[in-house]
């Protein structure tokens, strides 16, 4: 059975830092490829980041770029969202989710096909 577990998330003041986790069935790294999504209270959810599942490139939307990093630890099935640098704008309900056909529109992470998502994790960056 394919799963997503997240965790890592809280309440961080802006600057602050956070590293959110997602742990997933022992093939679903290789079946899938892994993204971070995020959804703000009132807003549409937006794609944050993936890792490709060929050769774990990363790739990121505009505005995460530069402060939040990706990666991906096979041994332990899981991977990871370090955010540094943390905004209000950034708080938001954070998923990982498995899927394919990733791609990036107007700097955007976006994905065709989404099959598998965590329940997630919040986020709040507050003072």
């Known amino acids: 059975q394919v799963h997503l577990v997240e965790s890592g998330g809280g309440l961080v003041q802006p600057g602050g830092s956070l590293r959110l986790s997602c742990a997933a069935s022992?093939?679903?790294?290789?079946?899938?490829?892994i993204g971070w999504f995020r959804q703000a209270p009132g807003k549409e959810r937006e794609g944050v980041s993936y890792?490709?599942?060929?050769?774990?490139?990363?790739y990121y939307s505009d505005f995460v770029k530069g402060r939040f990093t990706m990666s991906r630890d096979n041994t332990k099935n899981t991977v990871y969202l370090q955010m540094n640098s943390l905004k209000p704008e950034d708080t938001a309900v954070y998923y990982c989710?498995?899927?394919?056909?990733?791609?990036?529109?107007?700097?955007?992470?976006?994905?065709?096909?989404?099959?598998?998502w965590g329940q997630g994790t919040h986020v709040t960056v507050s003072s």
């Open positions: 989710a498995a899927g394919s056909r990733p791609s990036m529109v107007a700097g955007t992470v976006y994905f065709g096909v989404l099959d598998i």
């Open positions: 022992p093939s679903t790294l290789d079946s899938y490829t």
């Open positions: 890792i490709s599942s060929d050769d774990g490139t990363t």
